[in-house]
């Protein structure tokens, strides 16, 4: 449970703000979206080999 203290007179906006920024870092819906589809380990290895090749060329250059 995301437990956000308002002071009082706080606007709502911002208290709305810090929930969002905790709600992120829990990573709620990036668990949500991975297990939408299931994806095979071998494919998961080959798209982080990918990820980590395309990285290292930016890095060079």
Request: charged content about 40%; aromatic content about 6%.
């Amino acid at each position: 449970m995301i437990v956000i203290p308002v002071k009082e007179g706080e606007n709502i906006e911002r208290a709305l703000k810090k929930f969002k920024r905790k709600f992120e870092k829990t990573g709620v819906i990036k668990k949500l979206r991975s297990r939408q589809a299931y994806i095979k380990p071998s494919e998961s290895n080959r798209k982080k080999l990918e990820r980590a090749r395309y990285k290292q060329s930016l890095n060079i250059q």
